[in-house]
């Protein structure tokens, strides 16, 4: 497995990951908190946004990163 195959698995990852946590989010607020009517993992709904938030922008990064690298042909 070569490191350019690696880098595209990774970023396939990413991309997938991103579009399941930015459908995660809700526009009324609810968010992660709605499915199960409360989220068991976080202590409240407000912290259950922040990290959703936090996971989306890491992901967001890490997606666009690995676009530039690849499109670039630096691996």
């Known amino acids: 497995m070569t ?3 690696i880098v595209q698995i990774l970023w396939v ?3 997938i ?3 399941i946590f930015i459908l995660l ?3 009324k607020g ?3 908190a709605a ?3 409360q ?9 259950a946004e922040v990290t959703l938030n936090r996971i989306t922008w890491t ?3 890490v997606f666009i990163s690995l676009t530039l690298v690849l499109s670039a042909g630096w691996v």
């Open 39 to 47: 989220a068991q993992l976080f202590t409240s709904p407000k912290s």
């Open 13 to 15: 990852a990413s991309a």
């Open 3 to 5: 490191t350019a195959s």
């Open 17 to 19: 990951g991103l579009i």
């Open 25 to 27: 989010h809700s526009p």
């Open 35 to 37: 499915i199960g009517g």
């Open 30 to 32: 609810d968010g992660i």
């Open 59 to 61: 992901l967001t990064l």
